[in-house]
């Protein structure tokens, strides 16, 4: 069964103050939409955990560097609305614009330090604007539980930062990254590369789980960064951003996984520009 499309938030609020009453506990998906499995497993993992779900879908104009990115952004919501009919999804928030940016609006959330590297470097203002949207989204929901993927990883750090900070009651549990047969991420941003860019930007993640295994073997950082470039460029990657091994709790740049560490990345294919991140074994050399 389809659940309820809401798009103001005075109706959101009488479901969610009918669920608080009764003491049901609230799960918010956050989504910006053109759903794939990947968000599927994050309203599976919500639909277990909580009495009631929440999926939201808004395009978030605030978290896009370019007007061009935010204009290609697919728009499926009536696919999205048939793919969430599988599961025991309560309401699907899909809020007009002046519900979250009502005229006038004037406040911006903004996380320091864990922002200023990775996608805060090359997407200037973004996690202002996921942070902004995320404190929106939890304060309107009123929800106790928040699932992001850790395809996002630094988002999700980002957005569990911020709710603690301001105090919002919520939870944010990160759930596993989901991949195609091929290895790659799944993301809504697939949808645009062509048929062989799919492929070869599978080369992604094989060449981030070669590195991860040398550097827990020893190789230093430069060497195994140096070569899974030249392997990525040599799979038709046009242009790679970073390739970084980061403390997975500060996001400080790692020589060696000398603790629990993450592999991230940020590479262009096809004109795409596609990000993911594996964890790296701990490794004493
Ligand atoms: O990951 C996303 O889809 C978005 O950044 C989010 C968390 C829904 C905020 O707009």
Redesign the pocket.
Known sequence: MTAPILRRLADLRVRQAEWARAGETIGVV???GALHAGHLSLVEAACDACDRVIV?I???PR?FNSPEDLANYPRTEHEDAQKLSGYPVDVIYVPDPDQIYPDGYATTVSVDGLTDVLEGEFRPGHFD??AT??AK?FLQTGAQKAF??KK?YQ?MMV?RRMARDLDIPIEVIGCETVREETGLAMS?RNLRLSVSGLQKAAALYRVMQDMATKLAEGVAVSEVESAARDALSASGFEDIEYLDLRCQNSLHKLQHPDRPARLLAAAWMDGIRLIDNIAVPVSER
Request: aromatic share 10%.
């Open positions: 956050p989504t910006m939201t808004f395009v978030n978290q604007g996921v949207v995320c989204l992001f993927g996002d988002q957005v809504s």
